[in-house]
């Protein structure tokens, strides 16, 4: 009899996995993906919402649309995991697994302590944002990341610059002041020091104010925030809550003091039989001891990995798929018409991590790989 492949989480990972599944899998086959949301958002895309360059609904996906023959997906929100009898609990009932595929992402921490923050991860504060941004013509607006490691490594560095490139179509700049505020001990932390030292470079000829090495505590409603060494007032925050790996893995043997899943780093494998955890709810450390970035393309690659060797392990063949921890061809989109080319080894010694000078292939490039994404893995649009 076929068996069951659940994946959990309809994100990046999740719905690359499920496709490439659907097309290797033996006959007789299934594959369960589970999400609490009924849509699948495009997260590269959400920095174009917040300055009105895309729609929320240009950029969101139906999850009903990867369904397959042996494809099926289950709204409902994924609770507990019980390895002993290879099931999972969610608020919908029990589902068995015979191969589990974790996919949950990084998970947003303590968002209340910032409730008058947007949190530019979220898709509903995205296009929220965007409207505050239309009716501000001056103040300060300061960008922040809580903590590290984050999702999205350049996301918060696109936000920045296409904020300031919003202000400047609009000829407000020099009314808005605009600050950025990382934990990071320099910008982009893994980068090599050189493409660290070009987006600083970039950024103050943007005019942009940056503090790295800088720990967010608290905001006021008096609109100060407080950091570590002093407070900064602003009129308009935005800010990258705190992330940690998926609470319903949380006390398992799975997830380690960080808060991270433990994964094998080339095969994705867990302690766990049969269980493999993928993209950003893995906690994967180069050979420096360094996060590695917790990138879409990351989660992407890794998919492909673990689904093709279930297909090989299924058909009675070895696995021979592995990650390398490398990306090539990613962008940071970094004005309305122009974007840096991305490259990362996680995987070397040292790890390498590059951003190109700014071009409008870059930006284009990234345009190009948002059409071919949404068009891609989902069968129709909506
Ligand atoms: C603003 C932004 C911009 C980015 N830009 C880029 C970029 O330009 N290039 C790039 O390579 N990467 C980018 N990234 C990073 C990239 O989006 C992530 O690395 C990638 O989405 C991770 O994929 P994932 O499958 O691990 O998790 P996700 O894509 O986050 O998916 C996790 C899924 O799990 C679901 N889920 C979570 N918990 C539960 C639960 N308990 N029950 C049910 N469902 C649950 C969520 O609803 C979600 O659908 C960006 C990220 C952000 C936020």
């Known amino acids: 009899m076929g068996k069951t492949i659940l994946i959990l989480g309809g994100g990046t990972g999740g719905v690359v996995a499920a496709n490439v599944l659907a097309k290797v899998l033996p006959k007789g086959y299934r594959v369960a993906v589970v999400d609490r949301l009924e849509s699948h958002v495009f997260l590269a895309a959400l920095p174009l919402v917040i300055v009105g360059m895309r729609k929320p609904q240009e950029i969101t996906r139906s999850l009903k649309g990867i369904e397959a023959p042996n494809v099926q997906f289950i709204q409902a929100e994924v609770q507990h995991f019980h390895a002993d009898d290879k099931t999972v609990q969610t608020d919908q009932g029990i589902l068995s697994y015979d191969s589990l595929i974790v996919a949950l992402g990084a998970q947003p921490e303590g968002t209340s302590t910032f409730s008058r923050v947007f949190n530019p991860y979220d898709l509903q504060d995205a296009a929220r944002l965007h409207e505050e941004l239309t009716t501000f013509s001056e103040g300060h607006i300061v960008i922040f990341i809580s903590n590290t490691p984050f999702p999205g490594t350049i996301a918060p560095y696109e936000i920045a610059l296409l904020v300031d490139?919003?202000?400047?179509?609009?000829?407000?700049?020099?009314?808005?002041?605009?600050?950025?505020?990382?934990?990071e001990t320099r910008l982009l932390e893994f980068a090599t020091p050189r493409s660290s030292e070009r987006l600083r470079a970039l950024m103050r000829q943007r005019n942009l104010h940056v503090m790295t090495g800088r720990k967010v505590q608290s905001l006021s409603v008096g609109r100060t925030l407080t950091l570590d060494d002093g407070d900064i007032p602003g009129d308009l925050f935005i800010g990258v809550p705190p992330h940690t790996g998926p609470a319903p893995f949380r006390d398992t043997m799975m997830t380690d003091t960080s808060g991270w899943l433990k994964v094998d780093p080339h095969t994705l494998a867990t302690c766990f039989p049969d269980v493999y955890a993928i993209g950003d709810a893995t906690g994967i450390q180069s050979n420096e001891g360094?996060?590695?970035?917790?990138?879409?393309?990351?989660?992407?690659?890794?998919?492909?990995?673990?689904?093709?060797?279930l297909a090989l392990q299924y058909a009675g063949k070895e696995p021979r798929f592995r990650f390398v921890g490398g990306a090539l061809g990613a962008s940071m989109l970094s004005g309305s018409n122009r974007g840096c080319f991305v490259a990362v080894k996680a995987y070397a010694s040292p790890a390498r991590m590059t951003l190109s000078s700014p071009s409008r292939m870059a930006f284009w490039s990234k345009v190009f790989f948002e059409k071919y994404w949404l068009?891609?893995?989902?069968r129709y649009p909506h």
């Open 165 to 183: 490139s919003f202000f400047r179509h609009r000829r407000l700049r020099k009314t808005v002041e605009i600050s950025f505020i990382t934990p």
């Open 290 to 309: 360094m996060w590695i970035p917790k990138v879409g393309f990351f989660a992407h690659y890794q998919a492909e990995v673990v689904a093709r060797n």
């Open 375 to 378: 068009k891609s893995w989902f």
